[in-house]
Each structure stands twice: as structure tokens, then as C-alpha cells.
């Protein structure tokens, strides 16, 4: 069943289309990997699917609802989740600080004595646990190498209990460890019914991750299969290597 459905969508930045008649299904329940050369769109459709940019034409649905266009608060408060290539986190906040603002949602009044239930306390450290990196709670977020940050950021979303998580490039610059902690807790989660929709240049870890992966080029869908299937298609070698 699809949870998450892109219909038609386009995208156009001045003369550069960057989402061409884009139309996919992502299962729930599901691990789905999102892949194609630089520039094929897979940015944009996180996006456009989490609101931060609106879609010129087309539709996408969530669990059923017309969610086109919402605000990214809104996409949010539904059960969408995402990270970014860059992450978004408050460089200047400790780590546990992070993850206040988390709880809250509502900026940076979690940090001014609204921080008062002990069981938002105990899940932020669960969380952090989790992502293996409670032993820097007290560390400025600034001081985290790369593959820290990404984890802190994935903890950051984690606290809301999303029923879908859109990761973008969760292993670029990360060391092959903390890639391995990654798709552990990837692999958890989605046992426990949390659909991915993963944006990934690392073929290694998309391919033993994903249960199906899409493949974009030039702002359109052009192949989806397992990924067996996917590593086969002449359409894919075309679009990575060229003629």
C-alpha cells in the first residue's frame, strides 16, 4: 500500500527544470532508495515533498490526503519527517540543548524553563542513546564531527515519532561505523513500521539497505525494481556513465 504519492509534479528555477512530470509510490513500511546522477531532481522532491518548495504542477498525497503545497510545519505535524544534505541543527546549543529545542517545537522557549517534563528529558537521552552519541549531551553542536552532526540530526527528528523519514545523503562523509550504527537503527525503526524514502550516493549502503530503489535522471522517474533489478537496467548504466 502506497503511504507516500508523488503525482505529475514539476519544478522548474527559471529555465533549469529540476522535476519533469515526476510521478512515484512509496510503499509503507517500506525502505526505498532514491538515486540518480547530480542534478536529476532527488533534492527537489524532498523538497517539494516537505514543503519547503511548492511544485509549479502536480500533486502528492499522504496516507491518502492532498498534502501539495503545505507548509513545512504543517508536512511535519503529519508524520513526515527529513534530514538534509547540510544539516539543520543549532551549532551554537549543546547536544541535549538540540534536542530540547526538539521536544518543543517552538524555537528556542525550551530553553527558557519550559523544559519541565522528566519524560521528555528521559526520551531525548533515550534518543540519543540510541544514535550512540549520549556521551556528548554537554558538547556544543559545533564541535561534532560531520558524521555526529548527521546523527544528532537524526535523533533531532527522531523525538516527534514520524511515520516516514526522508534521509538525504544520511552517509556522505560519514566513517564506515557510524554508516554501519546508521543502517542499523534504519533497519530498527523499520521493523518497527517506519516507512524511508533514502537519498544516497553510497551505492554500498543503498543497495543492502533498500527493500526497492528508484532511480531519477533529468527530473523524472526512469527506473524502480529491487535492487538487483536496478543494478542491471540499461537505463540506469546509461544515465550514470552516459553513451
Known amino acids: 500500500m502506497s503511504l507516500l504519492e ?3 509534479a514539476a519544478k522548474s528555477f527559471g529555465g533549469i527544470v529540476a522535476l519533469n512530470s515526476c510521478s512515484l509510490s512509496i510503499e509503507k513500511g517500506k525502505i526505498t532508495g532514491l538515486i540518480g546522477p547530480n542534478g536529476s531532481g532527488k533534492t527537489t522532491l524532498f523538497n517539494v515533498i516537505t514543503g519547503y518548495e511548492k511544485v509549479d504542477a502536480g500533486e502528492i498525497l499522504y496516507d491518502g490526503k492532498n498534502i501539495t503545497n503545505s507548509s513545512p510545519d504543517k508536512v511535519f505535524a503529519m508524520g513526515i519527517g527529513r534530514t538534509f544534505q547540510l544539516t539543520r541543527i543549532f551549532p551554537r546549543l549543546t547536544v541535549i540543548e538540540n534536542m530540547h529545542v526538539a ?3 517552538q524555537g528556542l522557549r525550551g530553553l527558557m524553563g519550559q523544559w519541565n517534563a522528566p519524560q521528555e ?3 531525548a537521552l533515550e534518543l540519543l542513546d540510541y544514535v550512540g552519541i549520549t556521551h556528548l549531551k554537554d558538547t556544543p553542536a559545533a564541535n561534532l564531527s560531520y558524521g ?5 540530526e537524526f535523533a533531532f527528528i527522531l523525538i516527534a515519532d514520524p511515520q516516514v523519514i526522508l534521509l538525504d545523503e544520511p552517509a556522505g562523509g560519514v566513517n564506515p561505523t557510524m554508516i554501519n550504527l546508521l543502517a542499523s537503527r534504519i533497519r530498527g525503526l523499520n521493523a518497527r513500521g517506519v516507512t ?7 551505492m554500498e549502503f543503498v543497495m543492502s539497505l533498500c527493500d526497492k530503489v528508484t532511480v531519477m535522471h533529468r527530473g523524472a ?6 535492487p538487483k533489478d536496478v543494478r542491471q537496467n540499461p537505463a540506469v548504466l546509461e544515465a550514470y556513465l552516459g553513451d
Open 221 to 226: 522517474k526512469i527506473a524502480e525494481g529491487t
Open 148 to 152: 555526529q552532526k548527521k546523527l544528532l
Open 103 to 105: 521536544a518543543q517545537r
Open 6 to 8: 508523488i503525482k505529475n
Open 196 to 202: 524511508f524514502l533514502v537519498v544516497e550516493h553510497n
Open 121 to 123: 528529558q528521559q526520551r
